[in-house]
């Protein structure tokens, strides 16, 4: 009778503990700070979190303070913070740019224009022309030229794709597509024969550069606005020559990552970009007067859910048997630059990361009711662990196919198994509109709640991969 009272009493304990623990994450605390992380996160004070800018500063320190509340470990010799170098567009020297055709010049300005994340040279190349640049099924514009056929040749192509070689040639006709193909050809540089090609070229989406400015590839883009001269370069067969000089600038971008060490040999990583589009200074598809971009959604919305489930492992530590690595990744805006260099760079092996949790864009569940997981094909253990969240009432959708543009891509590629939870794109997405007041503070609790039990979940999983 002894011992069936003492059972009976620790049971009572256990369930009391969890069901405390339930009233106490529901009792709306965690709303609270969560809203009023966004809140200063995406106030106009920090100014749209743009890397090396004071507001982006202003985060770094309002994300280490949670950290050293915490307790958490620092991840790096030096503390929490991980730097990296951000490429930004070149200044064009106008003056020093030119391109010669036998005894005509072109200066840059309104006949001739040079990419913002092109590079300084000189290139006196013959010219290839290469129609759209598109290689399909139905046709293939590089049908007369050899494989690397274009090295050391100026490519030549005609920006405006007909509609009715769209249709033949469908994603194939996509300007990134086009690029691609020239560049595995070998061509030294591009020229685009249209007036608009460069402003369509910087106010593509996604945009064109995004990709070409982290590139190893060492390309320049031009083009040429002026009817005439594009007809003198279509006809001529002379070589060009082609002066660029600009001026190359950058940006100092910060990770903030740190540990909530358990003592485990195995690591499971949650992450969140913080940083945002600042007033617009750099991006390449900006309209209208200068704003803050302040990013409530995107995604100070992630970096406040992630900072929330520290929070109740703090009140919770059994809640996990392997170490949780908090990553705050910089760079996501301008391709991912930050995740990627902690990747190259990390000072643990990342072999002993066995997942990722990648928290993009968490703060408009009331949009379609319902949670995005991308890149549950990354890992068999997923739809199980995912799938075995019953205790929180939330639609959930499984998506295989991975969506690249997340900070969760650079851990694939690495080979560790990621997914990024993301609430939907909506027409503030990119825009100063993405603002504090339309966050859904209902939602976040919601969703924070699903993160604590995939965490639990991923206690059978910690020390394996798939």
């Known amino acids: 009778m002894k ?29 609270v700070r969560m809203m009023s992380s966004i809140e200063f996160l995406s106030s106009d004070e920090l100014s749209g979190r743009l ?5 982006a500063n ?3 320190e309002y994300i280490q303070n949670a950290f050293e509340k915490s307790n958490l470990r620092p991840l790096f010799q030096n503390g929490y913070k991980q730097s990296f170098s951000i ?45 759209n640049g598109i290689k399909c099924s139905e046709f293939d514009d590089f049908q007369s030229i050899d494989f690397n ?25 996509q300007i990134q597509k086009r690029l691609e193909n020239i560049i595995n050809y070998g061509a030294q540089d591009i020229i685009f024969l249209s007036r608009r090609a460069m402003n369509k070229l910087i106010g593509s989406k996604p945009p064109v550069f995004r990709s070409l400015k982290t590139s190893s590839y060492p390309i320049n883009v031009y083009s040429i606005n002026s009817n005439k001269w594009s007809r003198k370069i279509r006809k001529s067969k002379d070589p060009i020559t082609i002066k660029t000089k600009v001026s190359k600038r950058s940006s100092e971008g910060y990770n903030i990552i740190g540990v909530f060490d358990v003592g ?28 803050v971009y302040n990013g409530a959604d995107d995604n ?17 530590p059994e809640m996990i048997n392997y170490n949780l690595i908090f990553a705050a990744f910089s760079g996501e805006e301008d391709g991912l630059i930050g995740s990627r260099h902690f990747i190259k760079n990390c000072p643990i092996d990342p072999q002993l990361i066995t997942h990722m949790i990648n928290l993009d864009m968490v703060g408009r569940l009331n949009l379609n009711d319902s949670l995005t997981v991308y890149a549950t094909s990354s890992s068999s253990h997923w739809d199980e662990v995912l799938n075995n969240n019953s205790r929180v009432e939330l639609n959930i959708k499984n998506i295989p196919s991975i969506f690249p543009r997340s900070d969760h891509a650079s851990f694939i590629e690495a080979g560790i198994p990621s997914i990024m939870l993301h609430t939907g794109i909506h027409k503030d997405y990119h ?17 924070t709640k699903f993160i604590l039990h995939t965490l639990q979940n991923l206690n059978r999983f910690s020390d394996s991969r798939p």
């Open 51 to 55: 890397p090396g800018t004071d507001g």
């Open 264 to 291: 485990a040999t195995h690591s499971v990583l949650i992450g969140a970009h913080y940083d945002h589009l600042g007033k617009g200074e750099f991006l390449e598809n900006k309209k209208g007067q200068e704003e």
């Open 3 to 31: 011992y069936f009272l003492i059972s009976f009493y620790i049971a009572i304990s256990l369930c009391a503990k969890g069901q405390n623990d339930e009233i106490k994450y529901m009792s709306g605390d965690s709303k």
């Open 300 to 316: 100070a919305s992630g970096v406040s859910i992630m900072l929330e489930v520290l929070h109740q492992l703090q009140l919770n």
């Open 149 to 173: 056929g274009l090295k050391n040749q100026l490519a030549i192509v005609e920006f405006r794709v007909s509609k009715k070689r769209k249709g033949k040639a469908g994603k194939e006709a």
């Open 431 to 447: 825009t100063p509109n993405d603002d504090f007041q339309k966050i859904d503070g209902d939602g976040l609790t919601r969703i």
């Open 87 to 131: 490429p930004r567009p070149v200044e064009i020297l106008f003056k020093t740019n030119y391109l010669l055709l036998g005894n005509d010049s072109l200066n840059v300005g309104k006949e001739f224009q040079v990419a913002p994340f092109s590079s300084t040279k000189e290139v006196h190349a013959n010219t290839v022309y290469v129609k």
């Open 58 to 60: 202003l985060a770094i």
